[in-house]
């Protein structure tokens, strides 16, 4: 059973660096694909980085130039490094797992979900 625990939320100022990690465990982490997704509060889960096991990624356009998704295959880890946040980046923060082949932005393609770690901006 694959497990995906994020960590590294919280509440920071606009203009901050945050970065979030994800753990992953229970199956062969190298050969998937990974994301990131937030969801705001009465909205919908929106995408924002996937990157393949080589460290091919794509990012929405609404984070590019700011955010930057990356992995560590031998540690079984994802990670988000978030420049110069904006309020408008506040929302909870999940980490996801394809185990398909594309670099997906749509969510129903990711199988497996953390349960998610808040980052709140203020202005």
């Known amino acids: 059973q694959v497990q995906l625990v994020e960590s590294g939320g919280g509440l920071v100022q606009a203009g901050d660096s945050l970065r979030l990690s994800c753990a992953a465990s229970?199956?062969?982490?190298?050969?998937?694909?990974m994301a990131w997704f937030r969801q705001a509060p009465e909205k919908e889960r929106e995408f924002v980085a996937t990157i393949v096991w080589n460290g091919s990624a794509r990012t929405a356009d609404s984070v590019k130039g700011r955010f930057t998704i990356s992995r560590d295959n031998s540690k079984n880890m994802v990670y988000l490094q978030m420049n110069k946040v904006e309020p408008e980046d506040t929302a909870v923060y999940y980490c996801?797992?394809?185990?398909?082949?594309?670099?997906?932005?749509?969510?129903?393609?990711?199988?497996?979900w953390g349960q998610g770690t808040q980052v709140t901006v203020s202005s």
């Open positions: 229970g199956r062969t982490f190298g050969a998937f694909v």
């Open positions: 996801a797992m394809d185990t398909g082949f594309g670099l997906s932005s749509n969510p129903r393609d990711y199988e497996y």
